[in-house]
């Protein structure tokens, strides 16, 4: 049975289809994998709330850190008094009575400062938890950093996959519809019966179906890849694996996870959070010590003193007995939540080992996948090839053809699937290890540096702007 042969060379490039756009043409102008990452990065406004979060939390230290500075307080006070007295005084001559009535205006202003000496270490104990508080929420964006670029990985390469894949059944229903025409002009003449009509028919419906049903998931891949990456996708070029950048063996990358990866960082900080919090609700069992110097100004304080001035310095100690038994329950608690903390540190872990095992044997199973998908092409484009001369002379059937063009088609899909599940098995590898940054991938744009702004407000006494002027 004749076909066109353009068709069939057609279906041969797109085999190839994830590693080609969607257009079949790259050019300067393509957009690329590494420039939707970056856009990611930069744009993607799950992760600057989150960047947004880790700056909120950097303003705990400067909170902790005032437990060593002074406490400043002015105060003043106004009002009206009425006096109304009567004094006596004894002496040899005999009782002299006076009284003494009238309204004053007794008015002052005074200034209070306090200072903590000792409190038990809390005060450094909360330091050092608001300090390792923020290395945690750092350890949490370095999370969702990933996330957000695995994630933009994966929507650039299912694009072009999907794309592909419609491409493929574009041309796979040209193919069928050339072969409708041709079957129906042997049918005419006598050549074949009506069945072959039916049967090619059929398959011509169902490409339509499969192609409806490829740019159906090709339309939500395009809302995705806005949603994640920020823009609609316009002449993707060619996405390629990050191998380079992943250690060479299993053992080596499980190793390498259990050092680098956020998460478990994150969880060991959160130990660090707990066994101070420990020490925190220890140091209310402590005597505290803190001195206070006053001064106060009065006027008219009453009929008799016009003016009075008071300067006061004083030191207070303060040593807890019974508290009610609080203190202490507080303490147990902390300490349960720490050997929590410790639990789920293991449990982190035995986590990242399994999905960089995971991650591995995806990538694995990728590489094998991708050429048993070449050589299943190769060996169907020769099938039908043969199936086509054979029904020529009559050995083979219109349904024949039309199987070995479903297998080919089939073939070629499962290597476009293949080609886009080894590129994101290798992101899912790099993410697993901890290493998906824009660092490692070497991303053109400027790395967003969480410790500027830790240090724009650590030792900020004052001020109620943030560094960015709001």
Same mark, same amino acid.
């Given at each position: 049975?004749?076909?066109t042969?353009?068709?069939?060379?057609?279906l041969?490039v797109?085999?190839?289809?994830? #590693?080609?756009?969607s257009?079949?043409?790259?050019?300067?102008?393509?957009?690329?994998? &590494?420039?939707?990452l970056?856009r990611?990065?930069?744009?993607n406004?799950?992760?600057?709330a989150?960047?947004?979060?880790?700056?909120?939390?950097?303003?705990?230290?400067?909170q902790?850190?005032s437990?060593?500075r002074?406490?400043v307080?002015?105060t003043?006070?106004a009002g009206?008094?009425?006096?109304d007295f009567?004094?006596?005084?004894?002496?040899?001559?005999?009782?002299?009575?006076?009284?003494l009535?009238?309204v004053t205006?007794?008015?002052g202003?005074?200034?209070?400062?306090?200072?903590?000496?000792?409190?038990?270490?809390?005060?450094?104990?909360?330091?050092?938890?608001?300090e390792s508080q923020?290395?945690a929420a750092?350890?949490g964006?370095?999370? #969702? &950093?990933?996330t957000v670029?695995?994630?933009?990985?994966? %929507?650039?390469?299912?694009y072009?996959?999907d794309?592909?894949?419609v491409e493929?059944q574009r041309?796979?229903?040209r193919?069928?519809?050339?072969t409708?025409?041709?079957?129906?002009?042997r049918f005419?003449?006598?050549?074949v019966?009506?069945?072959?009509?039916a049967?090619?028919e059929?398959?011509?419906?169902?490409?339509?179906?499969q192609?409806l049903?490829? &740019?159906?998931?090709?339309t939500?891949?395009r809302?995705?890849f806005?949603r994640i990456?920020?823009?609609?996708p316009?002449?993707?070029a060619?996405?390629?694996?990050v191998?380079r950048? #992943?250690?060479?063996t299993?053992a080596?990358a499980?190793?390498?996870?259990l050092v680098?990866?956020?998460n478990v960082?994150?969880?060991m900080?959160?130990?660090?959070?707990?066994h101070l919090?420990?020490? %925190?609700?220890?140091?209310?069992?402590?005597?505290?010590?803190? #001195?206070?110097?006053s001064?106060q100004q009065n006027?008219?304080?009453s009929?008799?003193v016009?003016r009075?001035f008071?300067a006061?310095?004083s030191?207070?100690?303060?040593?807890p007995i019974f508290?009610?038994?609080?203190?202490?329950?507080l303490?147990?608690q902390?300490?349960?939540?720490l050997?929590q903390q410790r639990?789920?540190?293991?449990q982190?872990?035995?986590?990242?080992?399994?999905t960089v095992?995971?991650?591995?044997?995806?990538l694995?199973?990728?590489k094998?996948q991708v050429?048993?998908?070449?050589?299943?092409?190769a060996?169907s484009e %020769?099938a039908l090839?043969?199936?086509r001369?054979e029904?020529?002379v009559?050995?083979?059937?219109?349904l024949d053809?039309?199987?070995?063009?479903?297998?080919?088609v089939?073939?070629?899909v499962?290597l476009?699937?293949?080609?886009?599940?080894?590129v994101?098995?290798s992101?899912?590898?790099l993410?697993?290890?901890?290493?998906?940054s824009?660092q490692?991938?070497?991303l053109?744009?400027?790395v967003?540096?969480?410790?500027v702004?830790?240090h724009?407000?650590?030792?900020?006494w004052?001020g109620?702007?943030?560094?960015?002027?709001?």
């Amino acid at each position: 049975m004749p076909v066109t042969r353009r068709a069939t060379r057609i279906l041969g490039v797109l085999a190839a289809g994830l #590693l080609a756009s969607s257009s079949l043409a790259t050019s300067a102008l393509s957009d690329t994998i &590494e420039g939707a990452l970056v856009r990611a990065y930069q744009n993607n406004p799950q992760l600057n709330a989150q960047r947004a979060s880790v700056r909120a939390t950097d303003e705990g230290v400067p909170q902790a850190l005032s437990g060593y500075r002074p406490r400043v307080s002015i105060t003043a006070n106004a009002g009206g008094q009425y006096s109304d007295f009567k004094s006596q005084t004894s002496t040899a001559a005999g009782t002299t009575s006076s009284i003494l009535n009238g309204v004053t205006y007794p008015r002052g202003v005074g200034a209070t400062l306090t200072q903590n000496i000792y409190n038990g270490q809390q005060t450094a104990n909360r330091t050092r938890a608001a300090e390792s508080q923020v290395s945690a929420a750092r350890e949490g964006l370095r999370v #969702l &950093e990933q996330t957000v670029l695995l994630s933009a990985a994966t %929507i650039y390469m299912d694009y072009l996959r999907d794309a592909a894949i419609v491409e493929v059944q574009r041309s796979n229903v040209r193919v069928l519809e050339q072969t409708l025409k041709q079957t129906r002009d042997r049918f005419n003449v006598g050549e074949v019966t009506r069945t072959d009509v039916a049967q090619s028919e059929s398959q011509l419906a169902a490409g339509r179906t499969q192609l409806l049903t490829a &740019e159906s998931n090709l339309t939500t891949t395009r809302a995705n890849f806005r949603r994640i990456i920020g823009n609609d996708p316009e002449s993707l070029a060619p996405g390629s694996p990050v191998d380079r950048f #992943l250690p060479a063996t299993l053992a080596a990358a499980t190793n390498l996870g259990l050092v680098e990866n956020p998460n478990v960082t994150a969880a060991m900080y959160g130990i660090d959070v707990s066994h101070l919090q420990v020490k %925190i609700n220890e140091g209310a069992l402590f005597p505290t010590l803190s #001195l206070q110097a006053s001064v106060q100004q009065n006027y008219d304080v009453s009929l008799t003193v016009p003016r009075q001035f008071t300067a006061v310095g004083s030191a207070q100690l303060s040593v807890p007995i019974f508290q009610g038994g609080g203190e202490y329950a507080l303490i147990r608690q902390s300490k349960e939540t720490l050997a929590q903390q410790r639990l789920n540190l293991e449990q982190v872990r035995d986590q990242t080992r399994a999905t960089v095992a995971q991650a591995w044997g995806q990538l694995a199973a990728g590489k094998a996948q991708v050429q048993s998908a070449q050589a299943q092409v190769a060996a169907s484009e %020769i099938a039908l090839n043969g199936v086509r001369e054979e029904a020529r002379v009559g050995q083979r059937t219109t349904l024949d053809v039309l199987n070995a063009q479903q297998a080919l088609v089939n073939a070629r899909v499962a290597l476009v699937t293949a080609q886009h599940d080894r590129v994101v098995a290798s992101y899912s590898v790099l993410s697993a290890v901890g290493r998906l940054s824009p660092q490692v991938l070497k991303l053109n744009t400027t790395v967003y540096d969480p410790s500027v702004h830790y240090h724009q407000v650590r030792d900020s006494w004052f001020g109620l702007r943030i560094p960015d002027g709001r």
